[in-house]
């Protein structure tokens, strides 16, 4: 079974999940792509790193289980979430919960990101993974969001927990949204 991000629910609200995320390393990917496309596009680097791609972090660091060349567990679920750069995406999968360190990427479109630990909102959706469909969630979770008195920041982050032949109807989906809680 695939291992998930894990992280603890800290209370339901009309509309999302408030949860919390330990700090977490991303390998992550920035495409040139439109939002259908820029999830294949991406999980083609991700994927190469993970099954080897990759060489090790560096004298006496600690790093995730096995040797670099050597593929790396995969996770759930792929983000996608605007970059910076217009028009592009960034792709991106949480590495394994042991994970301290990971092996430097061989693919140098392929970056190793450090999250802090976070306050996060989650609508959980099924369907199919069509701009529209996320939209129209995305748009659902920061009203309920913003009615619930807490305050949206940063880009929200589409999650896909299932692969590709998975019928859309049994996928499971989130949009995620970090916050900050009324008082903060």
Do not use: C, K
């Not at 603890?8 to 495409?31: I, N, S």
């Not at 949480?94 to 693919?107: G, M, Q, S, Y």
């Not at 392929?110 to 993974?129: D, M, N, T, Y």
Request: proline share 11%; charged share 10%.
């Amino acid at each position: 079974m695939t291992e998930q991000q894990p992280y603890t629910v800290l209370g339901r609200y009309p509309g999302f999940e408030l949860r919390h995320y330990p700090a977490h390393l991303l390998a992550q990917v920035t495409v040139n792509a439109g939002f259908q496309g820029a999830g294949n596009t991406g999980f083609r680097h991700l994927y190469a790193y993970i099954t080897g791609q990759n060489s090790s972090p560096g004298e006496g660091a600690p790093h995730l289980a096995g040797t670099a060349g050597m593929p790396l567990a995969m996770t759930a679920p792929v983000l996608l979430e605007p970059s910076p750069v217009p028009g592009a995406f960034i792709v991106a999968f949480v590495l394994p919960a042991a994970a301290t360190a990971a092996p430097v990427p061989e693919d140098p479109a392929v970056s190793i990101v450090p999250v802090p630990g976070q306050a996060a909102a989650a609508l959980s959706f099924s369907g199919r993974w069509s701009e529209a469909n996320y939209q129209s969630h995305r748009a659902a979770l920061l009203a309920a969001v913003s009615a619930a008195g807490f305050t949206a920041f940063g880009n929200p982050r589409f999650a896909r927990f299932d692969p590709p032949f998975r019928p859309w109807f049994l996928r499971r989906n989130e949009v995620v949204q970090d916050v900050e809680e009324p008082g903060d």
